[in-house]
């Protein structure tokens, strides 16, 4: 198994990664937010080794600079800026095809928030390179039109009391033309934070990116 801290540059800018490739891993997962860094969210590292022990390798990326982030902490500006914030996944996305030992992994990306949108954007844009899109409790609404362009099965993870953000997500399933499935965590809120809650999602995450290698892709399904 290979760990180790990585630098991806962006648009004039670097961003920070951790990356871990397993031995034998045949597929890269992405993790991304489109506020806070992936690399320090437990519920991300938790799910993160959950799809390592499948035997899948992980990114858990930053798509905001430490001064964009503190900034964006006081204004929000940059987490709703999905163009920018799917170009830079898009820039992490090609880094991983220029690696040894990642470039000829297909990637599947775990977004969460609006870095949920930014995943459905950057696969409308590599449908090539990107294997599926799971959103955990994300904004995939904000995708916009790259909705209809996602060829990429993609999987929709909410809590039941997250009601808001569940009305959002069967709105995204409406309009979504790739294989897709909602699944609804029962009594879970927004950061699924319950007993059993997290460990569902990882559980599934990981049964979504398996099947996707398989190649076994699914029906639209709601759950």
């Known amino acids: 198994m290979i760990s180790e801290m990585v630098l991806v540059p962006a648009e004039g800018t670097v961003l920070a990664g951790d ?32 799809l390592r022990a499948a035997g899948l390798g992980t990114l858990l ?31 992490a996305i090609d ?8 470039k000829d992994m297909p990637v599947a990306v775990v977004g969460a928030g ?3 949108a930014a995943a459905l954007v950057a696969a409308a844009e590599r449908p090539r390179r990107v294997l599926a899109v799971v959103s955990r409790g994300g904004r995939p609404d904000l995708a916009g039109d790259a909705l209809e362009q996602v060829c990429a ?35 879970a809120t927004h950061l699924f934070e319950e007993p059993g809650a997290l460990e569902e999602v990882a559980r599934l995450a990981r049964q979504w990116c398996k099947e996707q290698l398989r190649a076994g892709q699914p029906t639209h399904t709601r759950r």
């Open 61 to 91: 990326m930053d798509l905001l600079t430490e001064h964009e982030e503190r900034h964006d902490v006081l204004t929000a500006q940059h987490r709703f800026d999905i163009p920018l914030l799917g170009r830079r996944l898009m820039a």
């Open 153 to 187: 099965p993609v999987l929709l993870l909410v809590g039941s009391r997250d009601r808001e953000v569940l009305k959002l997500n069967e709105e995204t399933a409406e309009r979504l033309r790739a294989p897709h499935r909602l699944h609804v965590v029962p009594g």
């Open 95 to 102: 880094w991983l095809d220029e690696q040894a030992e990642t």
């Open 114 to 116: 609006t870095g949920a």
């Open 19 to 50: 990356l871990v490739t397993p031995d034998g891993a045949r597929a890269v997962v992405l993790f991304t937010h489109g506020s806070r860094s992936p690399r320090y969210s437990p519920r991300d590292r938790m799910v993160a080794g959950e």
